[in-house]
């Protein structure tokens, strides 16, 4: 199993290659992908925008997820609206800030601490990381990138 230093290592990674593909997103931050680029129903077919403004809110359910799971409160967060990308780069940095000092009392016994979805906090915190990662290529995939 993954240390807690560990995942957050992983979670900084994922965020900091999600904010790397928010960034390069530009002037097509509203642009769907095409069927021809593989775009299908659902997640497939969403913009960058509407991928960011999911996985910015997704990072606020992880973490109040997490700490639930471990007796304290989660972080308050308001769903994002990010009209360009410079607003999601905001956004995620405003909801990183909140989710790290809440996660930097994480500790390796929590990390056992059992999840209804993900099994245990340890396995929710790998997805967490996977999922910026997800998302981050969907995004550059999304602007043509």
Not at 55 to 65: L, R
């Amino acid at each position: 199993m993954p240390t807690p230093d560990e995942l957050r290592a992983a979670i900084a990674k994922g965020r900091a290659d999600f904010k790397a593909a928010i960034e390069a997103a530009g002037d097509n931050w509203e642009r769907k992908p095409s069927p021809a680029e593989g775009a299908g129903e659902g997640e497939a077919s969403w913009s960058a925008r509407e991928a960011a403004e999911h996985t910015i809110d997704a990072e606020a359910w992880f973490v109040t997820e997490a700490c639930q799971a471990c007796g304290y409160p989660g972080i308050d967060a308001v769903k994002p609206s990010c009209s360009s990308a410079a607003d999601a780069v905001q956004a995620l940095d405003d909801i990183s800030a909140k989710a790290d000092g809440r996660l930097k009392y994480i500790t390796e016994k929590d990390l056992e601490m059992a999840h209804e979805q993900m099994k245990t906090v340890a396995g929710l915190l790998d997805y967490n990381a996977q999922h910026l990662q997800e998302h981050a290529a969907q995004i550059r995939a999304a602007a043509g990138a």
